[in-house]
């Protein structure tokens, strides 16, 4: 084999192996992002309780329990409803009430923001004041995020307004 031919082999090995370990690295990146993705509150028991149906204009609640369950007080950072959900139904106010409200652009989601310590063994209700503004079969996830805004637990809510 001559000189330029060994050179040749030598940079496809090269790029070969650059290729092989870019991959695994990306592939390792890629889990762990993905684990940070679904990464679940511990120690919590959520339950939440949307209307079935609505008729226009009415005014009802979406509350929003979130018992601690752990040895430690929580924080409960943010209720995020995706906006599929929202397309007919307006949120006007919570108790306790949301500190901020921010669209989340990339996910469709809008963002309620809270800073609400839960201590051990008890229980927080978040109530949302909405109205059905759209005739139409809304659905989509909420999430309740507790200690940071990546740790959440989704909860699929549907309601027909009429």
């Known amino acids: ?19 092989l370990v870019g991959g695994i690295i990306a592939l390792i990146a890629g889990g762990a992002f993905f684990k940070w993705l ?3 509150p511990e120690n919590v028991v959520i339950n939440v309780d949307a ?16 018992e601690n369950a752990a040895q430690e007080s929580q924080t409960l950072k943010c209720i995020d409803f995706q906006q599929t959900y929202l397309e007919g139904i ?3 106010d919570s108790a306790p009430r ?12 809008i963002s309620y923001a809270f800073e609400e310590n839960i201590p051990p063994g008890e229980t927080l ?13 809304y659905s989509g996830d909420v999430d ?3 200690n940071k805004e990546s ?8 309601t027909i307004v009429r």
């Open 51 to 66: 209307p079935a149906t609505a008729a226009m204009d009415e005014e009802f609640t979406i509350e929003i329990q979130i």
């Open 125 to 137: 209700v978040v109530r949302f004041s909405a109205v059905a503004f759209l005739a139409g079969d």
């Open 1 to 19: 084999m001559n000189k330029g031919a060994k050179i040749a082999v030598g940079i496809g090995i090269g790029c070969a192996v650059i290729c």
């Open 151 to 158: 740790v959440c637990s989704t909860v699929n809510v549907r």
């Open 90 to 92: 307006l949120i006007s």
């Open 98 to 109: 949301f500190t901020e409200s921010t669209k989340i652009p990339i996910v469709e989601y």
């Open 144 to 146: 309740i995020c507790i």
């Open 38 to 40: 679904m990464e679940q």
